[in-house]
């Protein structure tokens, strides 16, 4: 247990349907993170948000949308997914770094045990 | 734009036997280098992490190196086990406050530790 906790743990769907992700964290992080893991690829950042408010979209093709209505919770709703968008989708959460370099340790991130998701 | 590498892709080995992973990072000004272990199927369990000050970070059998200058990292098993048999990633954070604690990550080893 990691202090993350990722609803659902399988989610089948199809190219028509719309669902969402969840995520809840009750470790008073200020930074939580949408990751996606394909086979064979890294681990790709999708979004950030700090202090609920997102401040970077990786790319992310919109039927992607992730909201944030607090500090504890991220979602990640999906509309009209293709079967390539099929993966496992990873939840983080951490302290975000401070601007003067120091407090290294406190950014130390801890992960959901993650979404697989198929798109059929 | 950092880039993580690791190596080796994968790793067999036997018990007992001690293994060091590698990983390295193109871009020296990173605020700390994370090490994870993922089960197949799971999410992500942090093992160590190690600040930009520090050089090596221990736990358990456990023991990661940072080298900045060469932009390395290493992680050290000790006396290794079957239930190290896993997955482990390396993931570097940069400094200031617009990386927000993006981690970017290498592509893993692959670890079987046979009995």
């Known amino acids: 247990e990691t202090g993350v906790t990722q609803t659902p743990r399988h989610l089948v769907m199809g190219m028509t349907n719309k669902k969402s992700l969840k995520c809840e964290q009750h470790l008073g992080h200020n930074a939580m993170y949408w990751y996606k893991q394909s086979a064979k690829k890294p681990l790709e950042l999708m979004f950030v948000y700090s202090l609920e408010e997102r401040v970077e979209n990786n790319s992310v093709p919109s039927r992607f949308s992730p909201e944030c209505p607090n500090s504890s919770h991220l979602f990640l709703h999906l509309h009209t997914l293709q079967p390539e968008d099929s993966a496992l989708y990873l939840c983080?959460?951490?302290?975000?770094?401070?601007?003067?370099?120091?407090?290294?340790?406190?950014?130390?991130?801890?992960f959901g045990q993650g979404t697989r998701l198929t798109v059929v | 734009k950092q880039e993580v590498t690791q190596i080796p892709a994968a790793l067999s080995v036997p018990e007992g036997e001690n293994l060091v992973l590698n990983c390295s990072f193109t871009d020296s000004a990173i605020y700390n280098l994370q090490w994870f272990r993922q089960d197949p199927g799971k999410g992500l369990t942090s093992l160590l992490l190690?600040?930009?000050?520090?050089r090596e970070q221990t736990s358990g059998r456990l023991n990661a190196s940072l080298d900045k200058s060469s932009g390395r990292s290493t992680l050290y098993i000790a006396a290794s086990q079957p239930g190290d048999s896993a997955t482990y990633l390396c993931?570097?954070?940069?400094?200031?406050?617009?990386?927000?604690?993006?981690?970017?990550f290498g592509q893993g080893t692959i670890l079987t530790v046979h009995p």
């Open positions: 190690i600040q930009s000050s520090q």
């Open positions: 983080a959460s951490s302290h975000l770094p401070r601007d003067d370099g120091t407090g290294g340790a406190l950014n130390r991130a801890f």
């Open positions: 993931a570097g954070t940069n400094a200031g406050g617009t990386s927000y604690g993006k981690l970017t």
